[in-house]
């Protein structure tokens, strides 16, 4: 059974950095790749980036100097570290599985960026 | 990057209508369509990808048309469940973006 959950704090205060874990199961991380998708409240998605099957990673040119995606396989766990967070960077953000789409996502988590 | 403008924003049917939510890309986008439905304290839903592909689960009465920039997620006969929000999205390049979503509402 394929799952994914996010993990990480829930406020996070303005300048300082976030850190996910997006945890899997039911699958390998070798064999799909995983992408990072984050929805400000009552707003759309977002693409953040992605940790491809093979390691390689790609980010989204309007986060990219801010944002590291890296993974761990042995753990089954793919990590986010976006810094100098500000307040529109509250949210939910989500990971999911990709294959022709994004078949499997996680539920998201919320994060909140506050003094 | 590739704009995708979903329209309407808002729309409102009765269970057992029939309802069409397009989606138009910036740029020819091939058939590098995805169509997602989300529901409060649920995980998004892969309804459809590659544009007209129905991914395994999907009611039959859901169905995507559509290739190059405009493209379209029709609902047949509308049930109580499907009342949520629809977004589109293209794979075609990255970043992959989203159009700004379709909320589906009782009328």
């Known amino acids: 059974q394929v799952q994914l959950t996010e993990s990480g704090p829930g406020l996070v205060h303005p300048s300082e950095t976030l850190s996910l874990t997006c945890t899997v199961s039911g699958f390998s991380l070798t064999g799909y790749s995983v992408y990072w998708v984050r929805q400000p409240s009552g707003k759309g998605l977002e693409w953040m980036g992605r940790?491809?099957?093979?390691?390689?990673?790609s980010y989204n040119s309007a986060l990219k100097s801010r944002l590291s995606i890296s993974r761990d396989t042995s753990k089954n766990q793919v990590f986010l570290k976006m810094n100098s967070l500000q307040t529109d960077d509250t949210g939910t953000y989500y990971c999911t599985r990709v294959l022709g789409g994004a078949d499997y996502w996680g539920q998201g988590v919320m994060v909140t960026v506050s003094s | 990057d590739v704009q995708m403008t979903q329209s309407p924003s808002n729309l409102a049917a009765s269970p057992g209508e029939s309802v069409s939510i397009n989606c138009k890309a910036s740029k020819s986008i091939s058939k590098y369509l995805a169509w997602y439905q989300q529901k409060p304290g649920k995980a998004n839903k892969l309804l459809i990808h590659?544009?007209?592909t129905l991914q395994s689960g999907t009611p039959s009465r859901f169905s995507g048309s559509g290739s190059g920039t405009d493209f379209t997620l029709s609902i047949n006969r509308v049930e109580s469940e499907d009342f949520s929000v629809y977004y589109c999205q293209q794979s075609y390049s990255l970043p992959w973006t989203f159009g700004g979503g379709t909320k589906l509402e009782l009328k």
């Open positions: 940790m491809r099957y093979n390691g390689d990673t």
């Open positions: 590659s544009g007209s």
